[in-house]
């Protein structure tokens, strides 16, 4: 199940690697032969479909040239670091 705010966003993700495809002058074809894809599976990716794998929004945004942008994903983790230092013992007190 996707909720309606992932789903807005996984459409919006679609559509920028829509045009980011037509900026750079590429064909549906040619996308989809250096993800190795179909070209319908593209067609939704570009439609932000949920059904489409992760892993082909990976090959689909390297193809494009974002590859890269996906080692910032979840880097920075200020949250995660906050709750992981809050359940730390403090030192100097037995349990």
Same mark, same amino acid.
């Given at each position: 199940?996707?909720?309606?705010?992932?789903?807005?966003?996984?459409?919006?993700?679609?559509?920028?690697?829509?045009?980011?495809?037509?900026? $750079?002058? +590429? /064909? =549906? #074809?040619?996308?989809? &032969?250096?993800?190795?894809?179909?070209?319908?599976?593209?067609?939704?990716?570009?439609?932000?479909?949920?059904?489409?794998?992760?892993?082909?929004?990976? $090959?689909? +945004? /390297? =193809? #494009?040239?974002?590859? &890269?942008?996906?080692?910032?994903?979840?880097?920075?983790?200020?949250?995660?670091?906050?709750?992981?230092?809050?359940?730390?013992?403090?030192?100097?007190?037995?349990?």
């Amino acid at each position: 199940m996707t909720y309606p705010a992932e789903q807005r966003r996984l459409v919006a993700l679609g559509e920028r690697l829509r045009l980011a495809r037509l900026r $750079r002058r +590429l /064909s =549906v #074809l040619t996308v989809a &032969e250096r993800a190795g894809i179909s070209r319908t599976t593209l067609y939704h990716v570009e439609r932000g479909d949920t059904a489409v794998t992760f892993g082909t929004v990976v $090959r689909v +945004l /390297s =193809v #494009l040239g974002f590859g &890269e942008d996906l080692d910032a994903l979840a880097a920075d983790d200020p949250v995660g670091r906050q709750l992981q230092d809050a359940a730390l013992p403090r030192r100097g007190r037995s349990s």
